[in-house]
């Protein structure tokens, strides 16, 4: 998985779990792409004052999963739901290829 995805992923498992500080740099690094000095400018910090507080994040985020592994389940059962859709579409029972649609669709929804 690509570094930056990796992180977007453990963002949006565990941002809330962050300050509002840590997790607005790091929406602003890794979902706007901002760089480095269009982030701290605004704010009145360095480029290095924000690279270190990216830094200390990513531990965070990592720190967390290490522990709770949330992201990495969702990713597995996302993979699963894509597989039942796939083998769905060998069900020529319409009713029923409809109704594993829908339960497809609603628990993505949960994730």
Known sequence: MAKELKFVMLLDCYGDL????QRS???L???EDLS???IGSPLGITRQAVRSLIKRTEDILLNYEEKLGFA???GKMRECF???EAAAENITDVPLKTTISDE???GLALL
């Open 18 to 21: 962050l300050t509002e500080h």
């Open 25 to 27: 740099i790091m929406e």
């Open 29 to 31: 690094y890794y979902c």
């Open 36 to 38: 480095l000095a269009e």
């Open 72 to 74: 990495e389940r969702l």
């Open 82 to 84: 894509g597989n039942i």
């Open 104 to 106: 497809i669709r609603k």
